[in-house]
């Protein structure tokens, strides 16, 4: 199993990013995918989660609205477009597939500041 994550990155304020990660090693649409934020001296967070159907998917109260989290099975490959970013925001972004167990990618920065 692979998970590697890209699309991070330096933003101003009100900014926007797309973040991409791209599964490997399992059947990508049979799982439920997620991001997790981790600021510095924080713990890790769930941001987002999208489930195998790609119907459901839960936020983080503190992203609702501003990000999507969305997934292309045909691409093994899940996105979060993060829109109106906020300074914090800024965090290492993980890329987490639930199951047993679970795997984490590598993380991506996104900092955001003018």
């Known amino acids: 199993v692979q998970l590697v994550e890209s699309g991070g990155g330096l933003v101003q304020p009100g900014g926007s990013l797309r973040l991409s990660c791209a599964a490997s090693?399992?059947?990508?649409?049979?799982?439920?995918m997620s991001w997790y934020r981790q600021a510095p001296g924080k713990e890790r967070e769930l941001v987002a989660a999208?489930?195998?159907?790609?119907?459901?998917?839960n936020y983080a109260s503190s992203v609702k609205g501003r990000f999507t989290i969305s997934r292309d099975n045909a691409r093994n490959t899940v996105y979060l477009q993060m829109n109106n970013l906020k300074p914090e925001d800024t965090a290492v972004y993980y890329c987490k597939r639930f199951g047993n167990p679970n795997y984490w990618g590598q993380g991506t920065q996104v900092t955001i500041s003018s």
């Open positions: 999208i489930y195998s159907n790609a119907g459901s998917t």
């Open positions: 090693g399992f059947t990508f649409s049979s799982y439920a």
